[in-house]
């Protein structure tokens, strides 16, 4: 089993910035693919950025790219979403993802076994 936390959401004005937090335990060295998932009222789930725990590869939506930076600190089993001019849009709540594998599309949620609580992201205008 892995346990994932999230940290480091909160209220900003649309330019600001965020940095989330996302700390695992348990079966750590399992993992091999870690990816950050948003969701706003009304919206499917939405993968915004992922991360290759070995070769550390990584993936974003078109919405975010230039904006947002997922890095990891391996030896700390944490993964980070450095948020930049953030947008209204960019609202929504943030969930952290594990899975044990590395196949499989990188933003498909169903791929995913293990998921954090969530941190909500509001961004003002």
């Known amino acids: 089993q892995v346990q994932l936390v999230e940290s480091g959401g909160g209220s900003v004005q649309a330019g600001g910035s965020l940095r989330l937090s996302c700390a695992a335990s348990?079966?750590?060295?399992?993992?091999?693919?870690m990816a950050w998932f948003r969701q706003a009222p009304g919206k499917e789930r939405e993968g915004v950025a992922g991360?290759?725990?070995?070769?550390?590869?990584?993936y974003y939506v078109d919405s975010v790219k230039g904006r947002f930076t997922v890095s990891q600190d391996n030896a700390k089993n944490t993964v980070y979403l450095q948020m930049n001019s953030l947008k209204p849009e960019d609202t929504a709540m943030y969930y952290c993802?594990?899975?044990?594998?590395?196949?499989?599309?990188?933003?498909?949620?169903?791929?995913?076994?293990?998921w954090g609580q969530g941190t909500q992201v509001t961004v003002s205008s």
């Open positions: 993802a594990a899975r044990l594998w590395t196949s499989g599309t990188w933003d498909r949620a169903a791929d995913f076994s293990y």
């Open positions: 991360i290759h725990r070995e070769s550390f590869t990584r």
């Open positions: 348990g079966y750590t060295s399992g993992i091999a693919f």
